[in-house]
Structures are given as C-alpha cells and as structure tokens.
C-alpha cells in the first residue's frame, strides 16, 4: 500500500528561489510515475529500496540509471523523465520541486545536469545531509513558508558541498555566500550555528 505524505506551497511566490511543493512517498513494487515534462526542478533523495529512472538527455536519447538507497536524482523542466520502483525492493523517496531565478545556476554547480541528473554523495555523512534537510521539511510541513524556504536553501547548499560531480567554477564561493547570506536572512540564524544547534538538541 502506497504511503504519501506532501505539502503544496501555493500561495508563496519568492523570486530567487521558490518552492512549489515536497513530499515523501513509500510505493508499491513497480509503481511509476510518467513519462511527463516538468515545468520546474524537481530533486528526488531514495531513503530506502531500488528503482529505475529513464531520462532524455540534451540529445534526445533515453538513458536508463539504475538506483538504490543514498542516491538522488534531479528533473530539469521539459526534460522528459520516466521513472519506476522495483519488483522486489520498491524505493521510498522525499522530493521537493522548486524554481526561480537562482534555480538553474545553483543546480548546474551541484553537478546535476540535464545529462547528467544522478546525485551521489563524496561521503556517507554528506548523504545524511541532504536527506536530514528533506526529513526536517516532512516533519515540519506546518511550519512558516520562510523557516521552509530556509531548508530548501541549507538543502541546496548540502547538495553543493557533497555532491561527487560538483563543479569547481569561478564565483562558487560567491554563490554559496549568497546561499548562506540568504538562509540567515530568512532564519536569523547562520547555516553553521544552525547546524552546531541541531548537533546540541540530537545529543
């Protein structure tokens, strides 16, 4: 039985970045999803199983990427994506879908791009991360529109700092000043006390 929890962010509408919706989602052996466009980004992380996703790439062709736990994958907008859970170990995924101006550039410094949308971690503690960020936004989905828009930042940033296929361009570090710049005008607090605060109430 398929299991799904979400929330629609419809009413906001911030400018650099803007979240549209997130969710989690444990399905059924061989439950898909398209193939479809999107009009936005669209970050998938695999909390637990295996599953396929079948992505065009810039040239036209479909590519076939077979993934696990600890995994993500990224949809770009108009990018026609297919995607399916196991026969035997179906995944659970979060997902958050946003957009905005930053949108595009942030994604392309992550390292996922239209040819190359699978995200993998340099570490495991880095894999963590991103999946904490997507898990705060599932348990606090009732929380402010701006506390929410604050993960999606710390999220995006986690994906900068940990993703293998990250890429190293001039004005990196003014993109992720602006990234923390932007989370600490949102929460008041920076990204690094925000982290070491959470470290705190965990232990």
Same mark, same amino acid.
């Given at each position: 039985?398929? %299991?799904?929890?979400?929330?629609?962010l419809?009413?906001?509408? &911030?400018?650099?970045? @803007?979240?549209?919706? &997130?969710?989690?989602e =444990?399905?059924?052996?061989?439950k898909? &999803?398209g193939p479809? $466009?999107?009009? +936005?980004f669209?970050?998938?992380?695999?909390? !637990?199983? #295996? *599953? $396929?996703l079948?992505?065009? !790439?810039? %040239?036209? =062709?479909?590519?076939t990427?077979?993934?696990?736990a600890?995994?993500?994958?990224?949809?770009?907008?108009?990018?026609?994506? /297919? /995607?399916?859970?196991?026969?035997? =170990?179906?995944?659970?995924?979060?997902?958050?879908?946003?957009?905005?101006? #930053?949108a595009?550039?942030?994604?392309?410094?992550?390292?996922?791009t239209? !040819?190359?949308?699978i995200?993998e971690?340099? @570490?495991k #503690?880095?894999?963590?991360?991103? %999946?904490n960020e997507?898990l705060?936004?599932?348990?606090? #989905?009732?929380?402010?529109?701006?506390?929410?828009? *604050? +993960?999606?930042?710390?999220?995006?940033? @986690?994906?900068?700092?940990?993703s293998?296929?990250?890429? =190293? $361009?001039?004005g990196? @570090?003014?993109l992720? &000043?602006?990234? +923390?710049?932007?989370?600490? $005008?949102?929460?008041?607090i920076?990204?690094?006390?925000w982290?070491?605060k959470?470290?705190i109430?965990?232990?």
């Amino acid at each position: 039985m398929t %299991k799904t929890i979400f929330k629609i962010l419809s009413d906001e509408n &911030f400018i650099d970045l @803007n979240m549209i919706q &997130f969710g989690y989602e =444990e399905v059924t052996p061989l439950k898909s &999803f398209g193939p479809t $466009k999107r009009n +936005h980004f669209l970050f998938h992380y695999i909390i !637990n199983g #295996k *599953g $396929k996703l079948i992505s065009d !790439n810039d %040239k036209g =062709e479909t590519i076939t990427y077979d993934l696990e736990a600890g995994q993500g994958f990224l949809l770009y907008p108009q990018q026609t994506n /297919y /995607y399916v859970a196991d026969s035997e =170990e179906p995944w659970t995924y979060m997902w958050v879908e946003f957009d905005g101006m #930053k949108a595009r550039e942030i994604c392309l410094i992550t390292g996922l791009t239209f !040819n190359q949308p699978i995200y993998e971690a340099s @570490n495991k #503690k880095g894999s963590m991360s991103v %999946k904490n960020e997507l898990l705060y936004l599932i348990e606090h #989905k009732e929380n402010a529109p701006l506390e929410l828009m *604050g +993960h999606l930042y710390l999220l995006l940033s @986690n994906l900068i700092g940990t993703s293998i296929n990250r890429k =190293e $361009k001039s004005g990196n @570090n003014m993109l992720e &000043f602006y990234l +923390h710049d932007a989370f600490k $005008k949102i929460t008041g607090i920076s990204p690094r006390d925000w982290r070491i605060k959470n470290s705190i109430i965990q232990l």
